[in-house]
Each structure stands twice: as C-alpha cells, then as structure tokens.
C-alpha cells in the first residue's frame, strides 16, 4: 500500500533526476555522465489481467550517445512478492524498449536492504536462466549528512540521507544540518525539500523533530507537493477501508481483487466501491462485476 513516506523515498528522483548521480557515488558504482534525463510512464501493465506499476522510470542519456533506463523502487518491508515483481519489470523493460535496465532499490531500514541485495535467480539452481542483482540504497551505504555545508551543497541527497536514516540515533543532527542549509535557500524551493523531507520521515519521532526545527507543520505549506501526498493519504486510507470491511464481513478476497483495490487512485472511485462493500455478497460485487 502506498504511503506517504514510501512516495517520498523514491518521488525525489523525479522532482531532482540529479540525486541518483548522488546515489551511485554512495554506492561506489562507476555511471556515465548523464547529458539528459526524462520521467517515463510507470506502468508495466500488459492487456490485463494484473496491473504492475515500478516506482518511478527514468530514462538517463549519457555523453556517448546511449540510453538506459533506471527503475527505482521504495521498499519499506520484506515482500517475497516483490521480487518476482522486479524480475518482471527488468524484463519487461528490456522488451519493450531494448534499452540497458537497472534496478534501483531504496530502503529505510538494514535488514529491508540486505533482503533487497539478494540477487533473483528465475531457473534451474545450477543453471539460471535469468539473474537480477538490485542496486541498494539504505541505512548501511547512504552517507549520514550532518554538516550544515555539506547539506548546502547536495540539498536532494541531503534529504535523501534524512529519510533513509529517519531512525538512526543520529536524525537530530542530520536534520539540524538539513534545516540549516534550508534556510540559505530560496523560501519557494526550501519549501518543496522540506514537504518531501516532512512526508518522507513518515510516522516516526523525526517528524516531530523536523516540525519543531522547522516551527510549522506540513499543513501550512500549499506546494503542489504537499498537496499531492495530501490526495494519497486519502487514497490509501479508502482503499485500507474497503479491504478492513470485506475482511470484517468475512467476504473473501482474492489477491487480484487486493491488488485491484490497492492500485487504483481515483478516490470517487474508491468511493463507490466502499459503499458497495458494506453490502457486497463477493469481491465481484464491489466492483459491479457480479
């Protein structure tokens, strides 16, 4: 289910396409030098019967002429289901556009990182027949900004470094120094970086931080980012309703109705359905299908 952090931890990319540049000198991975860089369509969806959305796709063209693509997803969690998942969109990605894919993964905690790391292997055990090695941004390799300079100079990896590390014993000082640079900055664009840094910390005591550092919360900001995880919280929190109400009613719910639900973000849609499940006999039903 989206959240509001998990939004945070991989839509930076798309406000500041440059971070990633950041990110793979943190990894120590050498990149070719990027010459452009263009948000692409996340959805991987085939004729039916599953949607399948990454994250957020970025096609990087570098100096030589050449392009890739780059997938980032925000894991917060173990999910076996996930790497099936990743398998597919490198594959599908390739496919479709025959462009070099990687996969980027960032995590907000080091056990979810280690897991991610593990490499996919679809096949036999001797003999795979496809390999996947994700790139892992997390608690362990992302630097641990807490110099006020430091953070002026690399402002989206600042935030990033914020929410990667938003439990790390020393979040206090990484967004002391955060907010410090913030304040040099033009008032319109410090506002942006700190609803990305506010939403991305999440339900954590760093938030209650971020906010007294700050002096105001995340509803005083009227920024087209604020506004939009705004729209998803409510999104999330209908979708979590109508599965709560069929759960509760004992109805029982394939996990492609699951998913069906999860993955639309039309809140009157939502709507309709969560009506509908009040008195649904079947998951069908809610849809209208049955």
Request: hydrophobic content about 45%; aromatic content about 8%.
């Amino acid at each position: 289910m989206v959240s509001s952090p998990h939004e945070a931890h991989h839509r930076i990319f798309q406000e500041h396409p440059g971070l990633f540049a950041s990110a793979f000198r943190a990894l120590g991975i050498p990149f070719p030098e990027p010459v452009a860089v263009s948000l692409m369509d996340t959805d991987l969806t085939e004729i039916r019967p599953l949607e399948r959305h990454v994250d957020t796709l970025l096609r990087i063209d570098v100096a030589s002429g050449d392009s890739l693509l780059l997938a980032i997803e925000a894991q917060g969690k173990k999910d076996p289901d996930k790497r099936s998942s990743w398998a597919y969109y490198l594959a599908h990605l390739y496919a479709k556009f025959r462009y070099p894919c990687v996969l980027l993964v960032v995590c907000r905690d080091k056990g979810t990182a280690e897991w991610a790391a593990e490499p996919i292997r679809v096949g036999l055990e001797n003999h795979p027949s496809l390999v996947v090695f994700p790139l892992v941004l997390g608690p362990h390799n992302v630097p641990v900004v807490t110099d006020a300079a430091r953070a002026a100079d690399d402002i989206p990896m600042a935030v990033f470094s914020a929410i990667t590390h938003s439990d790390d014993h020393d979040i206090a000082a990484i967004l002391e120094a955060l907010a410090k640079a913030l304040r040099d900055m033009d008032a319109d664009a410090a506002a942006v970086f700190a609803e990305f840094t506010e939403a991305g910390l999440g339900a954590t005591p760093a938030r209650e931080i971020w906010r007294n550092l700050m002096g105001t919360g995340l509803s005083h900001f009227r920024g087209f980012v604020a506004e939009s995880f705004r729209d998803e919280g409510r999104v999330e929190g209908r979708a979590e309703d109508i599965l709560r109400i069929l759960d509760l009613r004992g109805v029982p719910v394939p996990e492609a109705a699951r998913q069906r639900v999860s993955a639309c973000t039309d809140l009157a849609v939502l709507d309709v359905w969560f009506e509908r499940a009040v008195t649904a006999p079947s998951a069908d039903a809610v849809f209208g299908d049955g």
